[in-house]
């Protein structure tokens, strides 16, 4: 049964309660106190009253002796027995025992007290003054009913001190009980304290720390029991508003990190498929199994039902389906790849068509920057959408299969471009060389025709026929260095090509030719790459047959703005006269008609110290800044 305190009690502060303990308590320690100080003010004196009536015995057996002796005829005087009344009677006038006669005087102490004094005065006084005034020796007899009277007033003595003895001990159990009561008190007091501080302090500390615990170990479900209006009360009403709020600020959090973990994961999700998606469409942007794949992913992470990718033709015709995974699609049995011209109106860049059928279809264009290329139809399960992140990452794949398709467009252009470029490099060659060949050998057979005839000009037929036979021995060589040609720029890249050729030649005529190439920051184009291969291996052609040399070298390197600079020396006989070999002249033609072809210069010069100097300078077509000085990468720090 628990302690019900009063409500006014309860509303006022726990130090107030502590304090009217105390209080409590001082009250009763001061009324045992005080209880004990009267109790012993009213008995003090009753030892001694005890003592003087106790030696009232002793003084009246001490006077009956004398006057017995007396009676029987000894030699005592009266003035001892005399002296020994007075004693008796100072004794019973004793001011101890006034006091104890003053203290109730009506009680039973005073009622003895006067009976002994009547008895005294009235009775055995008498008796012993007639005692005492006869002349000769008393009786045995009278002396004895004497001493018999005596023993009575002995007895009443007796009386006297035991009612002062009981007195005094009802008085010490009176001072025992006040104390046992203020002992008792002070207990009951100092329990209730216990127990109000036990349900007031101690009780809801332990709550408090409780709740606190279970709030450090994440429960925020932990609550105090103890609310009111006292102190702790107070306390633990704002431990609760405290711990409601930590709850609302951690379930917030909580959800907050969920919803960042899953956003996190659809970014991670959103990422890899992007990733692999880009990874196929330009590895081959052109192969339907990319965009199949492609579509898969984006059907599971959007929860598609289905999907297809189809392309418009580059002339007039159906469009094309280059994936789908839309199965048994009417449109599709109907119209057959036909279905897909619908993608050419789609201008929008996104179209959801209404809900008139069970599931909703999603057209968005594929297309990059400059062109459109087709569209991507999104077949969602009835009934759903697609949420914010789900329309960006689809918005996103798409651009990327348009860029890929673009990138495809003009790659294929790129090489269309190419070709192009290849052959009219080819034409050009054929042109230069060996169709000018040709063109001048018709016109020697047109000359060496009316000759023919005339036996008296048969010496100018054999000039010409000889000057024929030089002209079929040109092309020849002309059609075989363009042989050379278009067989190196097809059998590999152009380091290994230069180094073949500068191998070839060294080995063909005992020439030790050292290599050098510093190309880093020109990027060469094809057509450039060509060129150059050429003209370094008609230097060479010309050191191994006319310059006699032993070492030679063959150096390329970047100069500033992308100037490219090839060098050939050798240590050979030089340029010395004109070259007996008329085809010498022609294949310097040939090399400076390759400069020019560059948009460079060629230089042939003698080579200080002997030998040969042959120079070639062009800028390249792809050039890479030369990297700034530390000081000026960040000029504005």
């Given at each position: 049964m628990g302690l019900m305190l009063p409500r006014w009690l309860v509303r006022h502060s726990i130090l107030l309660v502590v304090a009217l303990a105390l209080i409590a308590l001082a009250l009763i320690g001061l009324a045992g106190m005080s209880a004990s100080v009267m109790v012993a003010e009213g008995m003090r004196g009753s030892a001694s009253a005890i003592n003087v009536a106790g030696s009232l015995r002793r003084l009246t057996h001490?006077?009956?002796?004398?006057?017995?002796?007396?009676?029987?005829?000894?030699?005592?005087?009266?003035?001892?027995?005399?002296?020994?009344?007075?004693?008796?009677?100072?004794?019973?006038?004793?001011?101890?025992?006034?006091?104890?006669?003053?203290?109730?005087?009506g009680g039973l102490f005073a009622a003895t007290y006067r009976g002994i004094d009547v008895t005294w005065h009235t009775s055995l006084r008498p008796r012993l003054e007639a005692t005492m005034g006869e002349k000769a020796p008393m009786a045995q007899e009278n002396v004895e009913k004497l001493l018999v009277e005596v023993d009575l007033f002995v007895g009443q003595l007796d009386t006297l001190v035991t009612v002062l003895e009981q007195d005094t001990e009802a008085r010490i159990a009176d001072l025992k009980q006040i104390l046992a009561a203020a002992i008792a008190a002070i207990l009951v007091v100092i329990a209730l304290a216990l127990l109000m501080l036990h349900r007031s302090v101690h009780r809801p500390l332990v709550d408090l720390l409780?709740?606190?615990?279970?709030?450090?170990?994440?429960?925020?479900?932990?609550?105090?029991?103890?609310?009111?209006?006292?102190?702790?009360?107070?306390?633990?009403?704002?431990?609760?508003?405290?711990?409601?709020?930590?709850?609302?600020?951690?379930?917030?959090?909580?959800?907050?990190?969920?919803?960042?973990?899953?956003?996190?994961?659809?970014?991670?999700?959103?990422?890899?498929?992007?990733?692999?998606?880009?990874?196929?469409?330009?590895?081959?942007?052109?192969?339907?199994?990319?965009y199949e794949?492609?579509?898969?992913?984006?059907?599971?992470?959007?929860?598609?039902?289905?999907?297809?990718?189809?392309?418009?033709?580059?002339?007039?015709?159906?469009?094309?389906?280059?994936a789908s995974?839309?199965?048994?699609?009417?449109?599709?049995?109907?119209?057959?790849?036909?279905a897909c011209g619908a993608c050419r109106a789609s201008a929008h860049p996104l179209r959801i068509d209404p809900p008139a059928r069970e599931a909703e279809l999603l057209r968005i264009p594929l297309r990059d920057r400059e062109y459109h290329y087709g569209m991507l139809r999104l077949t969602l399960p009835a009934g759903a959408r697609l949420e914010d992140w789900q329309f960006q990452l689809v918005e996103a794949l798409t651009r990327h299969i348009g860029m890929a398709l673009g990138a495809a467009r003009r790659g294929e252009q790129e090489r269309l471009l190419a070709l192009q470029e290849e052959r009219s490099v080819i034409a050009r060659e054929l042109h230069d060389s060996l169709a000018q060949a040709l063109s001048y050998m018709k016109i020697q057979v047109s000359l060496l025709q009316p000759l023919l005839g005339d036996p008296a000009r048969a010496a100018e037929a054999a000039a010409v026929l000889a000057d024929l036979r030089e002209g079929i021995g040109a092309a020849y060589r002309q059609l075989r260095?363009?042989?050379?040609?278009?067989?190196?720029?097809?059998?590999?890249?152009?380091?290994?090509?230069?180094?073949?050729?500068?191998?070839?030649?060294?080995?063909?005529?005992?020439?030790?030719?050292?290599?050098?190439?510093?190309?880093?920051?020109?990027?060469?184009?094809?057509?450039?790459e060509v060129?150059?291969?050429?003209?370094?291996?008609?230097?060479?052609?010309?050191?191994?047959?006319?310059?006699?040399?032993?070492?030679?070298?063959?150096?390329?390197?970047?100069?500033?703005g992308g100037e490219v600079g090839v060098v050939i020396e050798d240590d050979g006989v030089g340029l010395g006269g004109s070259p007996a070999d008329p085809w010498q002249h022609h294949g310097l033609a040939i090399m400076r008609e390759r400069a020019r072809g560059l948009g460079g210069t060629l230089e042939i010069s003698p080579r200080p110290g002997g030998g040969t100097r042959v120079g070639l300078r062009f800028i390249a077509s792809h050039h890479a800044p030369a990297p700034l000085p530390p000081a000026l990468e960040n000029p504005l720090r």
């Open positions: 001490r006077v009956a002796g004398l006057v017995a002796t007396d009676a029987l005829g000894g030699g005592l005087s009266g003035e001892r027995v005399h002296g020994a009344i007075d004693d008796f009677e100072r004794g019973l006038a004793h001011p101890a025992l006034q006091r104890a006669v003053q203290r109730n005087p409780r709740a606190a615990q279970g709030i450090a170990r994440g429960n925020f479900s932990a609550r105090v029991t103890h609310v009111g209006y006292d102190e702790l009360g107070r306390v633990g009403a704002t431990f609760n508003l405290m711990a409601n709020e930590m709850s609302r600020q951690y379930q917030t959090l909580e959800q907050r990190v969920a919803d960042k973990t899953a956003a996190l994961q659809r970014s991670n999700r959103s990422l890899e498929l992007l990733y692999h998606a880009i990874a196929r469409l330009y590895q081959t942007p052109t192969a339907p199994e990319a794949a492609t579509l898969r992913d984006i059907e599971q992470i959007a929860g598609l039902a289905s999907s297809f990718v189809c392309i418009e033709p580059r002339h007039d015709g159906p469009a094309t389906v280059i995974t839309l199965g048994a699609c009417p449109e599709r049995l109907a119209l057959g790849d036909a260095e363009l042989l050379v040609s278009f067989r190196l720029e097809l059998s590999g890249d152009f380091p290994t090509l230069l180094r073949e050729a500068v191998q070839e030649h060294a080995a063909r005529g005992g020439v030790q030719v050292e290599l050098s190439t510093r190309l880093a920051d020109c990027g060469l184009s094809p057509n450039q060129h150059v291969l050429q003209i370094v291996r008609e230097a060479l052609s010309n050191m191994v047959r006319h310059a006699n040399a032993r070492r030679a070298s063959v150096s390329l390197s970047c100069g500033p």
